[in-house]
């Protein structure tokens, strides 16, 4: 069993609360940075692809993870940001402006649709987002000289530094790099002023606002910031495809990363990344599971969406956390290991007398 | 002298006139109570002073700057600190989170600033941090720091929005039913609390209150009012005795 003393405010203001912590994840930044010299190129791919999806999730999870609001038109926002990172770049802009450019476009693009939606939240604001997740679609369909139209554009290779860079490992490291200084910047925010008022209109506006917390404001600077960050999710991915057609961004992104952010668990950074290791992971299961199955259902094209969705299901019926909340489970119950209560994680009823513990 | 005036206050939803043409004053350092029937307009009472509806009549001043038609947001910086009926927290955040927000009108840091997380920042929320712990030991909720308030028991979860209203360092709060949902013993604390608020924190306070124990305990003045229009306003034994207020009781 393991206790932790607090002996200084800055504990909890620091990112990682203990020495336990700092170990663990210290681990995790070797095994990424050392993951090269291991992995053939095929594994590296699909860890950058990894990481792309992470930094999409950390997006939505801005938005409706940590100010509660739903957004059903991200794959429009990705699509901002790799448009305009693919144009600039094609024009000469070596990747580091580039892609901050793409990413403040697509915040733009957020702050234009936060003024509607500001005013709605739930069904309607997942309606609202999907139009303009629609408008913008068609915006990329049409406005050629950008985006190539239908035909779509080739995405150069990531200038950085006055280095081409080519080959998996260099955008491997991109991405971590992309991905790491985006998750310090949004863990900062979580404990500053704005993250908690962020935190605070998702779970009670009437409160928050009562508190001092400007709605309008913060909601459209949720919108912004997922906006931008999205956008920069969308400058790494046109690098990883390599072409761009509009049919990449469809409302099926959008609804993926919904799925990852809900699979992953709400409100948490690290459900992010688990959602997006689940969604990357699960095609390849889909497709190993596909040779195990009757043919009846193994060879259904339907297949893959059905498990997805029957995923979605399970996972708000049984863990409505997510994959974080069942790591956090585990964790705790190898940290109270063997004091354990089975109970710990029942959900308790709310008392109208209280009992205070002595 | 007086800290709050609200004059010939009114608001009207739909044909229901919830507030109707009520005139009072609120004096510095004084615990001032509200009384009522259910569906007096007591609720709505606070709920125009912390403007979250637009009054449909009348005014209200609040240490001489006319508030009728401030931004809602910006009434925790001029000092006005509120809890809600229905306790409204931020449920899947802990305690300590919930503590901090309410310091949010006072905060300075500005979001770049934040997203690189400057020395200055730092420096900001150890403020922060230190205010908020100063309300968590008079409210004796050093147990529940890293808790999340979904959790808590009924009676803690009440403690929690006062010691949240007492973060935002008000000059006046609005307590809306703080004994209901309490036992006995926690009523008796709440009464020590209150006068604490006053006497150590130097905070005016307005409850809106039914039981009327804890009415004749703290109270300077009592106001009761009905059918949104004032019955009767004055000492709790003058309110008490007062006819109207007896019949609207009596439900006459
Ligand atoms: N937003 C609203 N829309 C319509 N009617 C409202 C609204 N808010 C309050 N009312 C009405 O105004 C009247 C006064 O309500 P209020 O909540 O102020 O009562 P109260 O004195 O706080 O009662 P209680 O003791 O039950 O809390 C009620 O008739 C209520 O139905
Ligand atoms: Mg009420």
């Known amino acids: 069993m393991r206790f932790i003393f607090k002996t200084h405010y800055d504990q909890d203001i620091d990112l990682f609360p203990h020495a336990g912590a700092v170990f663990w994840y210290s681990l995790l930044a070797i095994a990424a940075v050392c993951a090269p010299f291991f992995l053939d190129p095929f594994y590296l791919g699909e860890l950058s692809f990894l990481f792309i999806w992470s930094l999409a999730g950390l997006s939505l999870m801005v938005l409706t993870g940590y100010t509660g609001l739903i957004s059903i038109g991200h ?12 144009f600039l770049t094609r024009n000469g802009m070596p990747f580091v402006p580039s892609i901050i450019c793409g990413g403040i476009v697509s915040a733009l693009a957020g702050i234009i649709i936060a003024i509607p939606a500001i005013r709605m939240r739930g069904l309607y604001l997942a309606i609202a987002t999907l139009a303009f997740s629609a408008i913008a679609e068609e915006l990329f369909v049409r406005w050629e000289t950008l985006t190539g139209g239908s035909r779509g554009v ?30 310090l910047g949004v863990l900062n925010l979580l404990r500053s002023p704005t993250g908690r008022a962020w935190i605070a209109i998702r779970d009670s506006e009437i409160a928050a606002q009562s508190m001092g917390v400007y709605l309008a404001g913060y909601k459209t600077l949720a919108f912004a910031t997922s906006a931008f960050l999205a956008g920069v999710a969308g400058g790494l991915l046109a690098h990883k495809v390599g072409y761009l057609t509009p049919d990449i961004f469809t409302p099926i992104l959008s609804i993926q990363l919904l799925m990852l952010v809900m699979v992953g668990g709400l409100g948490s950074i690290r459900g992010a990344i688990f959602g997006a290791i689940f969604l990357v992971l699960l095609p390849t299961l889909i497709a190993i599971l ?5 043919n009846a259902i193994g060879q259904q094209p339907a297949l893959e969406p059905g498990i997805f969705g029957l995923v979605l299901v399970l996972v708000v019926l049984l863990e ?15 940290s ?11 959900r308790q009823k709310t008392y109208m007398r209280t009992e205070r513990l002595q | 002298m007086n800290m709050l005036q609200a004059n010939e206050l009114s608001i009207n939803f739909g044909g229901i006139k919830a507030v109707d043409g009520i005139t009072f ?53 001029l000092g006005i600190a509120r809890t809600f009926q229905n306790v409204e927290l931020f449920e899947h955040a802990t305690l300590l989170q919930n503590l901090l927000v309410a310091q949010h009108a006072h905060h300075t840091t500005r979001m770049w600033e934040e997203v690189l997380f400057l020395p200055r920042v730092r420096e900001s929320e150890r403020e922060i941090r230190r205010n908020v712990e100063e309300i968590i030991d008079i409210l004796d909720l050093q147990r529940y720091r890293d808790s999340i308030v979904h959790n808590l028991p009924y009676g803690v979860r009440k403690n929690i929005e006062l010691a949240r209203a007492l973060c935002s360092k008000p000059k006046l709060i609005l307590l809306d039913e703080p004994s209901s949902g309490l036992n006995v013993e926690e009523t008796e604390d709440l009464s020590f609390w209150i006068r604490d608020i006053r006497d150590d924190l130097g905070v005016t306070v ?24 004032l019955l009767a306003l004055g000492s709790p034994e003058q309110v008490q005795n007062h006819p109207d207020v007896i019949k609207a009781y009596l439900g006459g």
């Open chain 1, 336 to 346: 109270q290991f063997p004091m354990y209560k089975n109970a710990t994680f029942k």
């Open chain 1, 154 to 183: 080739a995405v150069p290779m990531p200038v950085l530094f006055g280095n081409e860079l080519d080959g998996e490992v260099g955008f491997y490291y991109l991405c971590l790099a992309v991905l790491v200084i985006c998750i």
């Open chain 2, 25 to 77: 004053d609120i004096n510095k350092g004084e615990i001032f109570t509200i009384i009522g029937p259910n569906g007096a307009g007591k609720t709505t009472i606070f709920n125009l002073i912390s403007r979250i509806y637009d009054s449909s009549g009348g005014n209200l001043v609040f240490n001489g700057v006319d508030i009728t038609r401030f931004a809602p947001h910006k009434i925790a910086g």
């Open chain 1, 320 to 334: 409505p956390q997510g994959l974080n909340g069942a790591w956090m489970k585990v964790k705790f119950f190898f």
């Open chain 1, 75 to 86: 794959a429009a926002f990705i699509g901002v940001g790799a448009y305009v990172h693919a």
């Open chain 1, 290 to 294: 596909r040779d195990y199955l009757p």
């Open chain 2, 206 to 229: 307005i409850i809106i209150e039914h039981d009327l124990s804890l009415v004749n305990d703290v109270s300077d003045r009592v106001m009761a009012v009905n059918y949104g229009r």
